[in-house]
């Protein structure tokens, strides 16, 4: 069957998104829509402050829309779940007291996901493909932040969700890095093929990163242009 004849994997249709300041409200962003096809590496770009992190967070089921809806398959989004997982820019979203393999464990199974065996066989695997098998058992303080955003990414990967939610995830690291994960993150959706919304500011890595690339106008974010090819390429 042609992708093009697929029913969308995430719909966002018309959402308004505001937070309440003290004395005021904030528009992030303003009638958005957009729909995302299973195995797409949907980027959203825009200048910072647009509301990308804030888009991501309503898929998150954290924020609730204030206009419009966001659904996923045939469920409307009104929680988070763990078919939504999120990936942080930050370093510090590993427990630092668990080891890299108790990290990935601990999401499988405060999930309810998995148990015991399955659990560990699990978390190996998405350890070993992002190559971290030698410190499956060092610290979150004893890696490179690369390392630990490739814990976070093996972490996120290990809960098999629907959708990866990634925000910004390269943007604290030294250029080099950044372009290594990104190749990296490429190699992994070749092998899993996950649905990706990732969020970036950087124009370089949208185009690198996304088969489709949703462009933010400035504060608030309204959708500007849609780019990109109408399929998955392979
Ligand atoms: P981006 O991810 O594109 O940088 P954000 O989604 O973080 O943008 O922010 C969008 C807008 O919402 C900005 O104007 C920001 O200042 C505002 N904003 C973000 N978080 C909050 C908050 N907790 N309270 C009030 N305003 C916020």
Redesign the pocket.
């Known amino acids: 069957m042609a992708l093009d004849a697929q029913k969308p994997l995430l719909e966002v249709d018309g959402v308004t998104?505001q937070?309440?300041?003290r004395d005021h409200l904030?528009?992030?962003?303003y009638r958005v829509s957009f729909s995302i096809r299973k195995s797409d590496r949907y980027v959203?770009l825009?200048?910072?402050?647009?509301?990308?992190?804030?888009?991501?967070?309503a898929v998150g089921g954290y924020i609730k829309p204030v206009e419009g809806s966001i659904t996923l398959g045939d469920r409307q989004i009104t929680r988070p779940g763990p078919d939504r997982v999120l990936v942080f820019q930050e370093f510090d979203q590993l427990l630092p007291w668990k080891t890299v393999e108790e990290n990935v464990l601990f999401a499988l199974t405060s999930s309810g996901r998995l148990s015991g065996n399955e659990a560990v066989d699990r978390a190996r695997h998405y350890i070993e493909k992002v190559k971290l098998t030698k410190f499956a058992n060092s610290y979150p303080h004893m890696l490179s932040g690369g390392m630990k955003q490739r814990v976070a990414i093996a972490r996120g990967m290990a809960m098999e969700p629907e959708i990866l939610l990634m925000?910004?995830p390269f943007a604290a690291l030294d250029a080099l890095t950044r372009g290594q994960m990104q190749e990296e993150l490429l190699q992994l959706w070749e092998d899993t093929r996950v649905t990706l919304l990732f969020?970036t500011?950087s124009i370089a890595e949208a185009v690198r990163i996304g088969n489709r690339i949703l462009l933010?106008t400035p504060?608030?974010?309204r959708v500007r242009a849609e780019l990109g090819s109408t399929g998955v390429d392979a």
């Open positions: 998104l937070y309440r300041a904030v528009t992030a962003t959203i825009g200048p910072s402050g647009c509301g990308k992190s804030t888009l991501l967070k925000d910004e969020v500011h933010l504060h608030p974010g």
